[in-house]
């Protein structure tokens, strides 16, 4: 009786290395860290920039127009935005982290429409020509903006993102007038707190 022919194992078929088959596993579990982990790449030093940009629109601001207030304060939040997202980007390159997926996808995603409702308010209320209006409705949706992203960084930006809901709150019960001063304590003074204590705690 014939036995039947055992096949051999080509060289395609021979069993993966233990140590192939351990670096995938260390990569698929580093990969779930990252995704289900905190953004800690917030630059601490990047969010005091924004609070001396803020320091300078407040200087600047002083005795404007109306129309030159509202574009001080507006050129300052893009030179703001663009400082501190650029100091974010260097940390996170060089911590290993990316605003394009895991956590830092998910800050942004979170910041974004409240941001987003912030810019196109501003729009209708310049018309009604009711800029008293603008610094409570900037710092209340900046708040709710930082404390939706801040969800998934590290623990002193979503409380960041409070203290601005807080600051906001607190400026309905002011009297017209105080609109520079508001933007200087929320702006100015909140990111140069809150930036210095991400700095210190998480690294720069």
Do not use: C
């Amino acid at each position: 009786m014939n036995m039947p022919a055992r096949k051999l194992d080509g060289p395609g078929d021979a069993p993966v290395a233990l140590h192939d088959r351990a670096i995938d596993d260390l990569r698929f579990i580093r990969e779930t860290m990252v995704r289900s982990g905190a953004f800690t790449a917030i630059s601490g030093w990047g969010v005091a920039a924004m609070g001396v940009v803020a320091v300078g629109a407040f200087l600047l601001a002083r005795g404007a127009t109306p129309g030159g207030w509202v574009a001080v304060w507006m050129g300052s939040a893009v030179v703001s935005s663009l400082v501190s997202m650029g100091a974010t980007m260097m940390k996170a390159k060089r911590i290993g982290e990316t605003l394009t997926q895991g956590p830092g996808r998910r800050l942004v995603l979170g910041a974004a429409p409240a941001l987003a409702v912030g810019g196109l308010l501003t729009v209708p209320i310049l018309q009604t020509g009711r800029i008293e209006l603008l610094p409570t409705m900037w710092i209340l949706l900046y708040g709710t903006a930082v404390t939706a992203g801040g969800a998934f960084s590290v623990r002193p930006v979503p409380l960041m993102g409070l203290a601005f809901l807080a600051t906001g709150a607190a400026t309905l019960l002011l009297p017209a007038g105080y609109e520079n001063a508001t933007m200087l304590g929320a702006f100015g003074g909140l990111h140069l707190v809150f930036g210095a204590w991400i700095a210190w705690r998480h690294g720069g």
